[in-house]
């Protein structure tokens, strides 16, 4: 019991609610139901994302040894090659999965992984860290958008005027609608919320062990506020209308107003977001004290989901929404027991 306690913390498995809120969010963008390749493409996420855990403490098992003895590799508890091991199967795995979904799928996950080993090895203490751990979070939401849309091309669809069911109509929904390309399309801006959070997180994250910077929770949560808005705004107008993708009314993919129960739903998990990221920054802005900006950090990972909710309800997928939001009070019990950070 106790060897699993110690590989629960070196994956730091209450941070794992955070992860299939990505691919399911890219589902929701693409316009398009979840289904076996979307499910291929979560494992993947989890795997790859697990992996980056283990080589992390690999990777920092001499800092740690000075700033945080307590964890699993320096004290002990688990060699260093054995989380070198670890990450190295679930990279395989991780990527067996998103070929499995499909060549374009995989080769998301390709680019994936190469991410993660380049920050784990190379970049985390650069200035280009959190850019490349925003660009993981983004390229998983991506790779949940194209395993979702799958194998479809212009060349199986009849004709522009009958598209398969579920996808869209309308202005700007023909054939190439549906491919690989197109979902990427309609992903990118979904991706870049998760990135933005993501890279300002992990700026606030690189002083967590020694505290006395207010700078970055204080942009932090600039950020967050942005974003809560962002998602949660009524897409009928202003930039935010762009979201929207072509569609008949009551189809998937078109998001409710702010006076309906959609819009309603999708302000109220906006709302939970920032809530949940922006309390402890604002803590840890107050007071930048070690333990104040590891809560903040913490709390910074557990608004992934409802900010994940709110992208796959913002995108208009209420389900989806509703799953992921329901991951959110699971992570924070598990959390209690095993850090995220």
């Known amino acids: 019991m106790s060897e699993l306690r110690d590989w629960a913390e070196l994956l730091r498995v209450s941070a794992l609610f955070t992860v299939p809120g990505d691919a399911?969010?890219?589902?929701?963008?693409?316009?398009?139901?979840?289904?076996?390749?979307?499910?291929?493409?979560?494992?993947?996420?989890l795997c790859l994302y697990e992996a980056g855990m283990a080589l992390n403490d690999w990777a920092d098992r001499d800092e740690d040894a000075a700033e945080r003895p307590h964890r699993p590799v320096p004290s002990g508890r688990i060699a260093p090659g054995q989380a070198l091991a670890a990450a190295a199967v679930l990279t395989g795995a991780g990527l067996g999965l998103g070929f499995a979904a499909g060549r374009p799928t995989g080769w998301c996950a390709t680019a994936l992984a190469g991410t993660v080993w380049a920050y784990d090895l190379r970049l985390k203490h650069t200035a280009a860290g959190p850019a490349a751990m925003a660009s993981a979070r983004g390229l998983d939401l991506l790779m949940g958008a194209v395993a979702t849309v799958g194998p479809r091309t212009a060349r199986q669809w009849p004709s522009a005027a009958h598209p398969p069911a579920g996808s869209s109509s309308g202005a700007g929904a023909g054939p190439s609608a549906g491919g690989t390309a197109g979902a990427v399309r309609r992903a990118l801006l979904p991706a870049a919320v998760l990135s933005a959070h993501t890279y300002a997180l992990t700026t606030v994250s690189r002083a967590e062990t020694r505290g006395g910077a207010r700078g970055g929770p204080l942009a932090a949560l600039?950020?967050?506020?942005?974003?809560?808005?962002?998602?949660?705004?009524?897409?009928?107008?202003?930039?935010?209308?762009?979201?929207?993708?072509?569609?008949?009314?009551?189809?998937?993919?078109?998001?409710?107003?702010?006076?309906?129960?959609?819009?309603?739903?999708?302000?109220?998990?906006?709302?939970?977001?920032?809530?949940?990221?922006?309390?402890?920054?604002?803590?840890?802005?107050?007071?930048?004290?070690?333990?104040?900006?590891?809560?903040?950090?913490?709390?910074?990972?557990?608004a992934l989901i409802p900010l994940q909710a709110a992208l796959a309800a913002r995108s208009g997928a209420p389900v989806s929404a509703a799953l992921l939001a329901g991951l959110a009070p699971v992570a924070r019990r598990l959390a209690r027991k095993v850090s995220p950070t």
């Open 222 to 302: 600039g950020v967050t506020a942005v974003l809560g808005a962002l998602v949660g705004a009524d897409g009928r107008t202003g930039p935010a209308a762009r979201w929207r993708r072509s569609g008949r009314a009551g189809e998937l993919g078109v998001p409710g107003a702010l006076g309906t129960p959609g819009g309603l739903g999708r302000a109220v998990l906006a709302g939970g977001y920032v809530v949940t990221a922006g309390r402890p920054l604002v803590h840890a802005v107050l007071n930048p004290s070690p333990p104040l900006t590891q809560r903040a950090v913490g709390g910074g990972i557990r």
């Open 24 to 45: 399911l969010a890219g589902a929701a963008a693409s316009g398009r139901r979840p289904g076996a390749a979307t499910a291929l493409a979560v494992g993947a996420s």
